[in-house]
Structure formats: C-alpha cells, structure tokens
C-alpha cells in the first residue's frame, strides 16, 4: 500500500504571517541565520495501490486538503 | 543558501484526530481506499550555509518548532 506524503504550503506571492512570527521567534532566540521561513501542512496517507495513483492523489489535494486558489501542494508517493 | 524542508507529526501512539476527520470526510466523498490519515505541520526555511546545519536545525526543531514530547519530527536539507 503506497505511502503519500503532501505538502501544503500558501502560495509563494502570499504573505505567511505564522511563517512570519516564526522568523521573529527564531530571531529573537539568537538564529539571525535563518531566512524566509514559510508554514503550511503536511499530510501522510496511504492509499490502496491502483491504476492512476497520480490522478487520484490530485482529486483528493484540490477537493479536499489544499484550496487551490492560495495554495500550492506536492506530493511523493513512496512505494 | 540551503533550503531545510521539515515536517512534524504526531507521534505515532497518539490520536490524531484532525487525521480521522480527514479520513472520515475522504470516505464520505467515496475514497474507500484511503487508509491512515495523519496531519501535521509543513515548515520550510533557509539557513545560511554552516558547519554544523544538521546539529542547528535539530536545535532549532526541539527547542520551537516541534514538541519533542508529543512529536516526531524530519527533516531535508536541499543544498
């Protein structure tokens, strides 16, 4: 049974604030050598192998766990 | 600049019930071939290049971003 692992983060032209605040939190811990931090979701599922895993992941990303209009998501299916 | 692409979830024993919420809303849209579902957090930052990246990403890891009682964390370091 496949493992897919997605990523969901807001689009790159989008401001991320929680990624913002967790800049500041780092900065103020001392880390000035951290740069651009962004935060979104991940989500591991497995799905029963089949013909178009692909396709189906997809379906599964635009109705359900990313809003395609602010977000971007990947994914990587591991065998 | 290396980009360090992490993600934290729960640690496998416990709940996670937003998961099951997910899970239950895939089956109700049809997917029955869903399996464990578990959510966690997406974070990507840039780290300016050091001698010890992996020991300050850990750090970093432990000390803000991930409960290291509650949670499991991985991480990439894409150079």
């Known amino acids: 049974m496949p493992l ?3 990523s969901v983060t807001l689009k790159p032209t989008l401001l991320d604030a929680q990624g913002r605040a967790v800049h500041g939190a780092l ?4 880390y000035n050598n951290v740069e651009k931090v962004r935060i979104g979701r991940y989500i591991e599922l497995n799905l029963e192998d089949g013909p178009d895993i692909d396709g189906q992941v997809r379906e599964i990303c635009d109705k359900l766990l990313a809003n395609p209009v ?3 998501y990947r994914y ?3 065998k």
């Open 4 to 6: 897919i692992k997605i």
């Open 27 to 30: 900065k103020n811990l001392g």
């Open 76 to 78: 990587e299916v591991v």
């Open 70 to 72: 602010i977000e971007d």
